[in-house]
């Protein structure tokens, strides 16, 4: 089955630096890749997707890049501000299939 | 649009008794709705595949007279854990996914989240 590695765990940064997350996965026939916030106590959001035929996606402050040869991808936010602290997972799936999500990254951006 | 809503978002009970956690699709048919469990601090792990009409695909180590689903209508997916311990204790997620075809409102495959329910067996 897929399986998908997520690095860091944690990130800190400073408020208006860039954060960066990075996935890889194993499934070469994983298409879908999408990104999902979650504050606590709370279902994880759809931020960003992307799909095997693109390279890069971006919305706003927010980007994904997907090698599919290597077999990774990853999340940018730029400008970063407090209220983007909350954890970070990346997934992967097929086309009508389940997703497998990362482990997870808790993200702090210190005022 | 595309909004999951789950009842209740949190529960207590005892040992021994059962419990239903529903998840609705407001605004759209979910084909396909997934359950999730996710401890402190970890990521959501799959639990179970609920296609509309059909017996639901559960994951390995996932037992499924424990935790029975029932996806009835194209708008609700309940999931009944019965006879919980405290080792059930965890939070529960639902997700749906509209699969069929012609909508170009939303995404082929994307997931749309429910906001979790809180199940806490003392």
């Known amino acids: 089955g897929e399986n998908v590695e997520q690095h860091p765990s944690t990130l800190s940064v400073q408020e208006g630096d860039s954060a960066v997350i990075k996935c890889t996965y194993s499934d070469s026939a994983s298409n879908y890749f999408p990104w999902y916030k979650q504050e606590l106590g709370k279902g994880p959001q759809l931020i960003i997707d992307i799909r095997s035929n693109v390279g890069e996606k971006k919305d706003q402050r927010i980007a994904v890049t997907l090698n599919k040869t290597a077999k990774h991808f990853s999340l940018h936010i730029t400008e970063t501000q407090p209220e983007d602290s909350a954890v970070y997972f990346c997934a992967a799936g097929t086309n009508a299939g389940k997703s497998t999500f990362g482990d997870g990254t808790t993200l702090t951006v210190k005022p | 649009g595309a909004v999951v809503s789950q009842h209740p978002s949190w529960v207590i009970c005892k040992s021994g008794t059962s419990v239903k956690i529903e998840c609705r699709s407001l605004d759209f048919q979910a084909t396909t709705m997934f359950w999730y469990r996710q401890f402190p601090k970890q990521s959501l792990m799959l639990m179970a595949t609920?296609?509309?009409?059909?017996?639901?695909?559960?994951e390995q180590g996932v037992e499924k007279d424990k935790f029975l689903i029932n996806h009835a209508s194209l708008t609700l997916s309940t999931l009944t854990v019965t006879s919980a311990h405290p080792e059930d204790s965890s939070f529960y997620i639902c997700s749906a996914r509209d699969s069929s075809s012609g909508r170009g409102k939303l995404s082929y495959n994307e997931q749309f989240f429910g906001p979790g329910t809180r199940l806490t067996v003392l």
């Open positions: 609920s296609n509309e009409g059909s017996k639901a695909t559960y």
